[in-house]
């Protein structure tokens, strides 16, 4: 696994089997006997782009660490609907306890990777990169960015820590963007990147004069968009420009158009529909 380390996974997963067990699944305790074996597999009832079976697998190695999950399909394929994604033989109550958490998270993370699919090739051929925001579920962004990365998008910053963005709250605050970019390079030196909002052409020349490495538009349109690029580009030829905000389907290819090197779909994480995926269980 080269996106997160094992470590990582089994902790996050084993917070949402405990949220899901509780002191235990009562109606499988009621109903099932001991070491009834069963069959169950996950079946795709739409066109997707799968995402999450490492996840679901490893809910299954917590509650019985024998328990294996046979992929027919890899993380990041896109299937039809109807496809056998996996299948699973184990104990019952096994398969029951995990149902629902694996199910959960192939719902979630496979609709992530199919949206971002779509806003990629909505852009195809413009040149410009669809990146993921911090607009991630609770919880979930470790697994939600990964899923960008398998829909074919790429990853901005992960967190605070982990990047330097100066927003107009931040400028606000710092008393205007030149004491803001100062103040960033006096603490971070060379350490990081510094990206910053702007909105008019005032404000990045200003950005741009006290050294921004990167340049965020949000809320602006395709044709201000295009111009401020325009601008930076003439001033800057290796900036980057990232835009932001209000950006669909319908109209991300208008802003791809308009020349910036990234654009930033807060909807991937966000917005994205679960996708209808099934887990049918017989004895065995």
């Known amino acids: 696994m080269n996106w997160m380390d094992e470590g990582a996974l089994y902790s ?49 190695l917590i509650l019985d660490s024998e328990q294996q999950l046979e992929a027919f399909v890899s993380d990041g394929e896109e299937i039809e609907a109807g496809k056998v994604i996996a299948r699973m033989v184990g104990f019952a109550d096994v398969l029951l306890a995990g149902e629902r958490v694996a199910l959960n998270l192939l719902q979630r993370l496979s609709a992530v990777a199919t949206l971002t699919h779509r806003f990629v090739q909505a852009i195809e051929g413009t040149g410009a990169a669809i990146v993921d925001t911090r607009e991630t579920t609770p919880g979930l962004r470790m697994l939600e960015r990964y899923a960008v990365l398998l829909g074919g998008g790429s990853s901005h910053r992960f967190g605070l820590d ?30 990081h990147k510094i990206e910053v909002q ?58 791809a158009e308009a020349a910036p090197i990234q654009i930033g779909v807060s909807a991937l ?7 209808d995926v099934s887990f049918q269980l017989q004895p065995f």
């Open 12 to 60: 996050q997963v084993s917070l949402f089997l405990r949220e899901d067990l509780g002191r235990g699944d009562i109606t499988s305790q009621a109903i099932v006997a001991r070491n009834t074996r069963a069959r169950g597999r996950f079946v795709a009832g739409e066109k997707m782009i799968v995402a999450g079976l490492e996840a679901a697998e490893e809910i299954f």
């Open 269 to 275: 994480t966000s917005s994205a529909r679960a996708m």
């Open 162 to 191: 982990d990047g330097v963005v100066i927003t107009a709250n931040h400028v606000a605050i710092a008393g205007g963007i030149a004491a803001a970019v100062k103040d960033a390079k006096k603490q971070q030196g060379q350490l």
């Open 198 to 255: 702007v909105a008019n052409a005032s404000d990045l020349r200003e950005a741009l004069s006290n050294g921004a490495d990167s340049l965020l538009l949000e809320n602006l349109s395709p044709e201000e968009v295009s111009r401020l690029t325009v601008l930076a580009k003439d001033l800057s030829p290796t900036v980057t420009v990232k835009c932001v905000g209000n950006i669909t389907l319908e109209n991300i290819r208008s802003y």
